[in-house]
């Protein structure tokens, strides 16, 4: 083997690992179910703070199972009264680490 070979195969045993690990204290079977986009208005507005409802703009995401059940819901951004950014590597992240199959 060439020795560069065997210097990238090192590297990369020395490089860090990861695991996804999904913790829920929640059963499934308590589990909200969003089937609908009122169900999901209904949702994310309990989640909403109600006194800025109409003071700045947010960007919730729901993360849903197959069943459509709820497995998290996260604050993406948080923005202005014009408008508010969103960055889909953290939406990405946060359905991964939620172990869902929609969004």
Same mark, same amino acid.
Request: net charge positive.
């Given at each position: 083997m060439r020795k560069e070979v065997k210097?990238?195969?090192t590297t990369c045993r020395d490089l860090p690992t990861y695991s996804l690990k999904l913790h829920n204290k929640i059963k499934h079977t308590d589990r909200p179910e969003v089937l609908d986009i009122e169900?999901?208005?209904?949702? @994310?507005? !309990?989640c909403y703070d109600e006194g800025e409802i109409n003071f700045v703009e947010c960007c919730y995401v729901i =993360? #849903?199972? $197959?069943s459509k059940k709820v497995m998290?819901?996260?604050? @993406?951004? !948080?923005g202005g009264v014009m408008g508010t950014v969103v960055d889909p590597r953290i939406i990405y992240?946060? =359905? #991964?680490? $939620?172990?869902?199959?929609?969004?």
């Open positions: 210097q990238i195969l169900d999901a208005k209904t949702f @994310v507005r !309990k =993360a #849903l199972n $197959a998290g819901v996260l604050q @993406v951004s !948080k992240t946060f =359905a #991964l680490l $939620a172990g869902a199959t929609k969004v």
